[in-house]
């Protein structure tokens, strides 16, 4: 059977899990247009798809921005000529204790995780009822599920984003695919932005068994290659080895 190739933008593509969904989904045939920051990693990893024959490009990110968010959107479309996929891959975990008040942190989560995801579905939804197709892949946690000490704040992000997901996947029935992704512990940058020592100490035990990134990106090119009749709505992968 053939598969079919589709157009997908990735946000937060510059490091771990974004980074191996975009060598995966590129491997697998599908155009894909990545979303950061840090454009340097991003020119880097277009250069590394292109030379094995498969198809990039690359935009300057930052999801907070909501008019930012839309541009990447019509980039990919202007790009590829459609958005079939947007993968809502970019999240911060600056975890720590209520206790030590660090409500920059938490704003910052709320914007990258939350507010990050909600500008991804504003930006991608008209295009995507326009053309009758459609899917949202979010990427939540294991933090969508449960709550730990520390990372009360983050959680609450994951479990907003399983809230939208679920939101969008009723209000989206028969017209666009909604899958939530959530990620045990997964090899990433993740937890090198945790700068509150108690948090910093509990996560190295906490993240020593953990999953490659490609564990991840594998359960996103599965959603990914369903036919648009079959909606792949939440997967959740841990490491083997994990109790938690
Ligand atoms: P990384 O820190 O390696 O990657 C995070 C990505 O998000 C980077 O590409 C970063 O790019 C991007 N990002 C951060 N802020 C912004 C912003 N304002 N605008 C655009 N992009 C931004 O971590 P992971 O790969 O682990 O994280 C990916 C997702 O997986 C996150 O949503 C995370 O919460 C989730 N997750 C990860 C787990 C893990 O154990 N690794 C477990 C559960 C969930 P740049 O800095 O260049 O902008």
Not at 6 to 21: D, M, N, R
Not at 41 to 46: F, K, P, T, Y
């Amino acid at each position: 059977m053939r598969r079919m190739t589709k157009a997908v933008a990735i946000t937060g593509a510059s490091s771990g899990i974004g980074e191996a969904t975009a060598r995966r989904l590129a491997a697998d045939g599908h155009s894909v247009l990545l979303g950061a920051r840090r454009t340097d990693r991003l020119r880097r990893l277009v250069e590394e798809i292109t030379d094995q024959g498969g198809t990039a490009a690359y935009r300057a990110l930052d999801v907070t921005d909501a008019a930012d968010v839309r541009a990447f959107v019509d980039a990919a479309r202007c790009e590829f000529g459609r958005l079939d996929v947007l993968v809502n891959n970019a999240g911060v975990m600056p975890l720590s204790p209520l206790d030590a008040g660090r409500i920059d942190e938490w704003d910052r989560m709320i914007d990258v995780n939350v507010r990050g995801v909600l500008h991804g579905i504003a930006a991608a939804l008209p295009a995507m009822r326009a053309q009758g197709h459609g899917h949202i892949v979010n990427v939540a946690s294991v933090g969508a599920y449960e709550v730990s000490p520390t990372a009360a704040v983050y959680c609450a992000t994951k479990f907003a984003v399983r809230a939208i997901s679920e939101g969008l996947r009723q209000e989206s029935a028969g017209a666009l695919q909604v899958t939530l992704i959530s990620p045990g512990v997964t090899e990433s940058e993740l937890a090198d932005g945790i700068s509150d020592p108690t948090a910093r100490d509990a996560m190295a035990t906490y993240r020593s068994v953990a999953l490659p990134a490609s564990a991840i990106a594998e359960a996103i090119a599965y959603a990914v290659a369903q036919p648009s009749t079959v909606d792949v709505n939440e997967v959740i992968v841990r490491p083997a080895a994990s109790a938690q």
